[in-house]
């Protein structure tokens, strides 16, 4: 089973009789490692599947180390694996352990938006940048592993009570609903393991081995759950790399990879420095920008591939000069080298790049494909199906209620909702409840009282069978009840109606096959959707598109070729991260951009950069003087003597016409 891996790989899967952390340079098959640990502990070590967690930050992640796993073992002796996100451990802890956390079974999982609307109602304010700012604090605080109580007690400014007042009051809010938002999925488990013994030695017990994936990108809150978990043995894997923890801005804490060997003083560390994904020149590159950075280990990436062609750094006149010369570039690399589109990446620091990038590439026909685009399930259509799944799993959700109760509109409007919410206040009930209150009929007009007995009534005889039948049956009963499809076309113009019924409709069959592969009812549906970003098996193939995608979004992905745009200083590093002085984490965003490369590297900075409506000279990023000279072709202002020249549009487009007059007369 073995014989495929290098020796340090092997080490590291043979190692079970104690903490390990697994340093796993970029491209240095760390998934081939867990997978096959998993593997060999079952065949060889003697444990049993339900024993073993595998970890992961991503849906993505986990389903293809399912997967690789599944390839490796007779998927019987695979029952009752858990491989999962963080996030989907927490919340089959917290379903388990509900009444130990004073929570019904049927609890809801709040997404970003429904958290906004709580924030905007105890803010009394609309402020969108207020709103958001006020999430990502709690959302810290949480990760932190502190406490509305605690957050007060710390506060040292009249801005810090505040927010642990806003805190306070959130989480109240949250509690009323019977309701968690995604923190309290790993949160909620670490303070009852803490406080409830018994309850931490049974999932002790089950869980006794943890494989950790992309540990440098945990929480303090994620580690102090590993930690518990593990207990005194340390019966884990820790796989990650210093060199690649960029997530600090959400939470991620990087110290605690010095933790381990504090904590741990048992801690083996295997290194993989052996690269299967880059050519030499690129993995040089790559050590000797991140070589500027403190290293808490010390490791230098090689390969057997090659050494690869020189990497391409250009200066371009300004940012449309920038993405005019990537498509000409690409379109000529893919007409000489028989590439396909998917084998290109153009990658950027900042969302608000990818702008001009598209329109060049639209200009010259190149299809192309955005990482990170809207979620399935943040699209309005399949948000409003969900609020009445969520209201028929748990009534005491009220944003669920306001979303079910006026879409489609049944007469219902912020009077009416207004004159219930104060009820439901008063009474401090749900406004579900508050419905069916006797001074509710008094309260409001005869319409719109019958109106909400009758929605009421019928969100009650779905809950009484959601627990049973088929999911998909029962959601194609509630579409129909409620005349979605019809309200749809009322709404909308006929085409983007019938988008979002097809989009309304393959979530019907979704929940048809889970249902049917996993035996889920409504109700485990409806909470596990709220961890899932997207759909599973939406597309069966990828497109043959070139990749935009950010540097964050774009770890633990690979191209054949790749575009770096905009290195310059204010962008790559950001000005806010130079203010910070976060340079040393924009340093390891360069280093994950730099390893994405298979074959080739091409790296661009403008002259002159439009911020604010203003023309500004811009300095080339203090990343590309890191890089070895040896190994890199420099045209424009970092050019040393005799250097290239910079590339002129009129030579770009002569290449590219003569390539596509040579293509003309092939194909004559």
């Known amino acids: 089973m073995l014989h495929k891996l290098n020796s340090p790989q092997q080490a590291a899967v043979r190692h079970l009789d104690g903490p390990l952390l697994v340093l796993a340079g970029a491209g240095s098959g760390k998934t081939?490692?867990?997978?096959?640990?998993?593997?060999?502990?079952?065949?060889?070590?003697?444990?049993?599947?339900?024993?073993?967690?595998?970890?992961?930050?991503?849906?993505?992640?986990?389903?293809?180390?399912?997967?690789?796993?599944?390839?490796?073992?007779?998927?019987?002796?695979?029952?009752?694996?858990?491989?999962?996100?963080?996030?989907?451990?927490?919340?089959?802890?917290?379903?388990?352990?509900?009444?130990?956390?004073?929570?019904?079974?049927?609890?809801?999982?709040?997404?970003?938006?429904?958290?906004?609307?709580?924030?905007?109602?105890?803010?009394?304010?609309?402020?969108k940048d207020k709103i958001r700012s006020t999430i990502s604090t709690i959302s810290r605080l949480k990760n932190d592993f502190l406490s509305p109580d605690m957050a007060l007690g710390q506060a040292q400014s009249e801005g810090e009570m505040q927010i642990a007042k806003v805190?306070?009051?959130?989480?109240?809010?949250?509690?009323?609903?019977?309701?968690?938002?995604?923190?309290?999925?790993?949160?909620?488990?670490?303070?009852?393991?803490?406080?409830?013994?018994?309850?931490?030695?049974?999932?002790?017990?089950?869980?006794?081995?943890?494989?950790?994936?992309?540990?440098?990108?945990?929480?303090?809150?994620?580690?102090?759950?590993?930690?518990?978990?593990?207990?005194?043995?340390?019966?884990?894997?820790?796989?990650?790399?210093?060199?690649?923890?960029?997530?600090?801005?959400?939470?991620?804490?990087?110290?605690?990879?010095n933790l381990l060997k504090e904590d741990f003083p048992r801690l083996e560390v295997i290194k993989l420095e052996q690269n299967y994904r880059s050519t030499s020149r690129i993995l040089k590159a790559a050590n000797s920008v991140i070589a500027n950075n403190p290293k808490l280990f010390e490791k230098q990436l090689w390969s057997e591939l090659g050494i690869g062609d020189p990497i391409s750094v250009v200066e371009m006149k300004d940012e449309e000069h920038e993405a005019e010369m990537v498509a000409m570039r690409l379109l000529a690399h893919k007409f000489e080298n028989r590439t396909r589109f998917a084998d290109y990446a153009i990658l950027y620091r900042g969302n608000h790049q990818a702008r001009i990038l598209e329109g060049q590439l639209r200009n010259h026909k190149i299809p192309y494909q955005i990482s990170g685009g809207q979620s399935f399930f943040d699209k309005a259509e399949i948000k409003d199906v969900l609020g009445y799944l969520r209201l028929i799993a748990n009534q005491n959700d009220d944003p669920a209620f306001i979303r079910a109760v006026t879409t489609p509109k049944r007469g219902i409007g912020n009077v009416t909702l207004e004159k219930l919410g104060a009820l439901a206040a008063e009474r401090k009930c749900s406004l579900f409840e508050a419905v069916f209150l006797p001074s509710c009929a008094d309260l409001l007009q005869t319409a719109q009282y019958e109106g909400l007995q009758t929605f009421c009534g019928f969100i009650n005889r779905m809950a009484s069978r959601a627990a049973r039948e088929p999911a998909g049956a029962l959601l194609k009963e509630l579409l129909t009840a409620i005349e979605y499809e019809a309200w749809l076309y009322e709404s909308e113009e006929p085409r983007p109606a019938e988008s979002k019924w097809k989009n309304v409709l393959e979530l019907v069959a979704w929940f048809d096959k889970r249902a049917e592969e996993q035996g889920d009812t409504l109700i485990d549906m409806t909470q596990k959707i709220a961890l899932i970003t997207l759909l599973d098996g939406r597309e069966e193939e990828e497109p043959d598109a070139v990749r935009l995608s950010t540097l964050h979004a774009s770890k633990g992905l690979e191209y054949g070729h790749v575009f770096l745009v905009g290195c310059e200083e204010g962008v790559l590093p950001h000005q806010a991260s130079i203010d910070s002085g976060m340079v040393e984490e924009e340093r390891r965003l360069m280093y994950v951009g730099i390893t994405r490369a298979q074959r080739s590297l091409t790296i661009t900075y403008c002259g002159k950069r439009k911020r604010a409506g203003e023309w500004q000279v811009v300095e080339p990023s203090r990343f590309l003087l890191e890089l070895p000279q040896?190994?890199?072709?420099?045209?424009?202002?970092?050019?040393r003597n005799g250097g290239a020249p910079q590339v002129s549009k009129s030579e770009g487009r002569a290449k590219l016409a003569g390539l596509l007059a040579g293509l003309d007369n092939k194909r004559g």
Not at 630 to 639: F, H, M, T
């Open 32 to 127: 081939r490692v867990i997978t096959q640990k998993i593997a060999y502990m079952i065949e060889h070590a003697g444990y049993d599947a339900r024993n073993i967690a595998a970890i992961t930050f991503t849906n993505k992640a986990a389903r293809e180390m399912q997967e690789r796993v599944g390839q490796l073992l007779d998927p019987a002796r695979l029952k009752g694996l858990t491989v999962s996100t963080f996030h989907s451990l927490g919340l089959q802890i917290v379903r388990q352990e509900h009444a130990a956390l004073g929570y019904k079974p049927r609890f809801s999982i709040l997404d970003s938006a429904d958290a906004g609307k709580i924030i905007s109602d105890i803010l009394a304010t609309t402020d």
């Open 167 to 257: 805190y306070r009051a959130y989480q109240d809010t949250l509690f009323a609903y019977q309701a968690v938002d995604f923190d309290d999925l790993i949160r909620l488990p670490v303070e009852l393991f803490e406080r409830e013994s018994a309850i931490l030695t049974k999932w002790q017990l089950r869980l006794r081995y943890l494989l950790i994936d992309e540990y440098q990108d945990t929480n303090t809150c994620q580690y102090r759950l590993i930690k518990l978990l593990t207990g005194f043995h340390g019966k884990f894997t820790a796989v990650g790399d210093d060199d690649q923890s960029i997530y600090a801005w959400r939470g991620a804490n990087v110290e605690n990879l």
């Open 630 to 639: 040896d190994d890199i072709r420099i045209s424009g202002r970092l050019a």
